[in-house]
């Protein structure tokens, strides 16, 4: 999926929290988000993946 | 305008094709998965869709889905929240499952459709549900009430249909939800949650609703038809493995472990005798805060007529409570009531609140265009046929004996009541989970054995299950007892129950579940399956037949002449008509 496609859906997300009145849990989503970005990336470089086990 | 609206991403997925206002299509993706409740996204579903309608994906205006994935993540992250740390096991997982795949339903759908990002709209579950009730149904002016286990926050929905507009009056949110606690008393009964649900409804004929007391103690309804659901007992918003509490089980005694033998008639004071008490406690309960909440809305609306939909409208007994017992002189249930539904709510809210509008800056705004509604759901029979051409050349291909007698009908006839069972695959199959005569067994209701050989030998299933009757609308009422004053749509589409007339429940055992009611299907004499009851009664004098659905336990309903063939053969079925073919056992 792209990226561009992604980040559009994540904003979309964003407003809608924010508009909900949640805006609280804007810093969660962010921590979220972040974490399936490095997964998704560390998933690509397979050399790493054992340190990906003892983070977590 | 050509809307295709799809149900995806959770279960029971499904596709529907509305071509200016009007269904072209309509088709559950597990009939052609293959995979029972197949929640991914529709492939299948969509290219029989556009293949039924002449619709090529470049043709399709808009694309809608059944619900709004971002209000249901939203709900997600609330929810645990609040009922963290508790929630922490099913929170890893529910994130793990969402930010790799279902937060991103537009881009999976533009990337398996191949569409534009700008065609591809959300519309509300509930709303969905609602649409696909109101505007299937004949009504011009509805209550619409929608119940089911949860979308997006909502559980539970109220709007006023009128003039081709949905209006929204009320909604019940997420945890509290009457959908999800007879989920997770399927459970507690040992049946698998969104699939066990009808042994529940079919347990409760067994028992007594001697523990509705100490349920309504732990649901609590008021006068508004607002539901509070104690989550000491039930713990669906923070438990990703169980739906029950410990406390459920001091309250109701040890629940049922999964195939642990149910035997009915149950000695009294047996653990079986318990759970079918326990299920008829669950029905109870769910009737008596269903006549509660359509009181509200025909408070609300002052309609005379209301429309269902949602998994919940799926329950047959209720639904004839609510109609003989409710306020309401007309009921209309859509056939698909349950999640597969929602596709076709989808589209033809799409169609409606949508219409003509630019829909590339619509983005699921709704536009609602008062005063104007399409014809309805016209039929049932929505999903994909078996060419006659094709059928016969497959049955060379697999050197299955056949013959194609001219007087079909009364060939068939004539075996049936021999006491012979047969598979009848004919024409467009059918939308939801009911059997209407296009992919049946069909078998003379009159047997004292037929009941038994069916579920054990033909169907393979639990042996307390009941089944259907299709009877011949000029002579339902010899049989069945109608609601009096009162206008029945669900017995086209046999989705309620009527009591057996005196002399039903002594001719007719196989079809009059032990509590002497029949979830009825009344057919019109002018329709395929009529002429084959009509031939029938010619031979028996009686113009009812058992329907089932043709499927063996566990598996979707057969589509194609080879699903046909394949249950046919695994099972203990006499022949097989698919199309204009009758289909034989070879001799060895």
């Known amino acids: ?56 | 305008m050509k809307i295709l609206g799809l149900s995806a991403f959770a279960h029971d997925s499904a596709a529907a094709l509305v071509v200016d206002g009007r269904v072209v299509a309509a088709i559950e993706e597990e009939r052609l998965s293959r995979t029972k409740h197949d929640g991914g996204l529709p492939h299948n579903a969509v290219r029989a869709c556009l293949e039924a309608g002449g619709v090529a994906m470049a043709d399709l205006d808009l694309v809608v889905m059944h619900e709004k994935p971002l209000d249901k993540f939203e709900r997600l992250l609330v929810s645990q929240l609040r009922s963290f740390p508790r929630s922490g096991r099913q929170f890893v997982r529910a994130m793990g499952t969402w930010l790799s795949d279902r937060l991103w339903q537009r881009e999976a759908v533009v990337r398996a459709l191949g569409c534009r990002t700008s065609r591809v709209v959300f519309a509300e579950h509930h709303l969905s549900h609602a649409a696909s009730a109101y505007f299937a149904s004949p009504f011009q002016e509805a209550a619409v009430v929608t119940v089911d286990g949860v979308g997006e926050w909502a559980t539970t929905a109220l709007y006023h249909g009128r003039g081709g507009e949905l209006v929204p009056l009320a909604e019940l949110h997420f945890p509290h939800s009457i959908g999800l606690v007879y989920s997770a008393l399927t459970a507690f009964l040992g049946f698998e949650v969104n699939d066990g649900e009808y042994k529940v409804m079919g347990l409760a004929a067994y028992g007594q609703p001697r523990f509705l007391d100490a349920l309504r103690g732990v649901c609590r309804v008021s006068p508004d038809g607002a539901l509070n659901v104690d989550p000491r007992c039930f713990a669906w918003a923070h438990d990703a493995d169980s739906s029950y509490t410990p406390a459920l089980e001091r309250l109701l005694g040890p629940a049922r472990r999964p195939g642990a033998p149910l035997v009915l008639p149950a000695a009294p004071g047996s653990d079986s005798a318990r759970w079918a008490d326990i299920a008829a406690s669950a029905q109870a309960l769910l009737e008596g805060y269903l006549l509660t909440l359509i009181g509200e809305a025909h408070r609300r609306t002052g309609a005379r007529a209301l429309a269902l939909a949602g998994g919940v409208a799926l329950n047959a007994v209720a639904n004839r409570k609510l109609l003989e017992q409710g306020p309401f002189e007309a009921l209309y249930v859509q056939p698909a009531a349950g999640d597969a539904g929602g596709a076709l709510g989808a589209a033809l809210w799409a169609a409606h609140a949508l219409g003509g509008e630019a829909h590339a800056e619509a983005r699921g705004e709704a536009r609602a265009t008062a005063g104007r509604r399409g014809p309805g759901l016209e039929t049932p029979f929505l999903g994909r046929a078996c060419a006659p051409a094709d059928v016969r050349r497959f049955l060379d291909d697999v050197a299955l004996p056949y013959s194609c007698p001219e007087a079909l009908h009364a060939t068939v006839a004539e075996r049936l009541a021999r006491g012979q069972v047969g598979g009848w695959v004919r024409g467009r199959a059918e939308w939801g989970p009911r059997a209407l005569g296009a992919r049946s067994i069909l078998a003379d209701p009159r047997g004292d054995h037929v009941k038994d050989h069916l579920n054990r030998k033909v169907k393979l299933r639990e042996p307390f299950r009941p089944f259907a009757p299709a009877v011949l609308e000029d002579e339902a009422a010899r049989w069945f007892v109608p609601v009096a004053g009162k206008q029945d749509l669900t017995t086209p589409l046999m989705c309620s129950v009527a009591p057996a007339t005196l002399e039903a429940r002594e001719r007719l055992p196989a079809v009059v579940h032990v509590d002497g009611t029949a979830r009825v299907q009344h057919v019109a004499a002018h329709s395929d399956l009529g002429r084959l009851l009509s031939e029938f009664r010619e031979r028996t004098g009686v113009g009812v037949l058992l329907n089932t659905s043709f499927n063996l336990a566990g598996e979707p309903m057969v589509g194609s002449v080879a699903e046909a063939c394949s249950t046919f053969l695994r099972s203990e079925l006499d022949f097989l008509v698919v199309e204009d073919c009758v289909v034989e056992r070879r001799a060895s």
């Open chain 1, 1 to 56: 999926m792209s990226l561009r496609g992604r980040t559009a859906t994540a904003r979309e997300l964003l407003v809608l929290l924010v508009e909900h009145g949640r805006w609280w849990l804007v810093p969660l989503l962010g921590v979220l988000l972040l974490t399936a970005l490095v997964l998704l990336v560390l998933h690509a470089a397979q050399y790493v993946a054992p340190f990906v086990y003892t983070l977590f």
